[in-house]
């Protein structure tokens, strides 16, 4: 059974920055793409980054220059790197991972980890 844990969200100040992690654990053979979404109470979840083998990424317009998606193979982990930050990125972020383990194919997603900026 492959688990996703995140961390790193909190309450910033506009313009400041946040680092969000997420590590898979258990039978994970590998992981061959990564992303991350998030949500505002009330609305839909919006895909904002995604990391396929490692390398191609893909942003969305609206955290485009100012975030950043990268991983760690080794960890079994992504990361997303957000500068200047802005009250309208207050939601709770997820992050989804789509690999092989040891019972074959599998995509989870992680618990959400909640980040607020204030202005």
């Known amino acids: 059974q492959v688990q996703l844990e995140e961390s790193g969200g909190g309450l910033v100040q506009a313009g400041e920055s946040l680092r969000l992690s997420c590590v898979a654990s258990?039978?994970?053979?590998?992981?061959?793409?990564w992303a991350w979404w998030r949500q505002a109470p009330g609305k839909e979840r919006d895909l904002i980054a995604s990391i396929t083998n490692g390398a191609d990424q893909n942003y969305a317009d609206s955290v485009n220059g100012r975030f950043t998606i990268s991983t760690d193979n080794a960890k079994n982990a992504v990361y997303l790197q957000m500068n200047n930050l802005k009250p309208e990125d207050t939601d709770v972020y997820y992050c989804?991972?789509?690999?092989?383990?040891?019972?074959?194919?599998?995509?989870?997603w992680g618990q959400g980890t909640q980040v607020t900026v204030s202005a």
């Open positions: 258990g039978s994970v053979v590998s992981i061959n793409k």
């Open positions: 989804v991972s789509r690999g092989y383990g040891d019972s074959g194919k599998f995509a989870r």
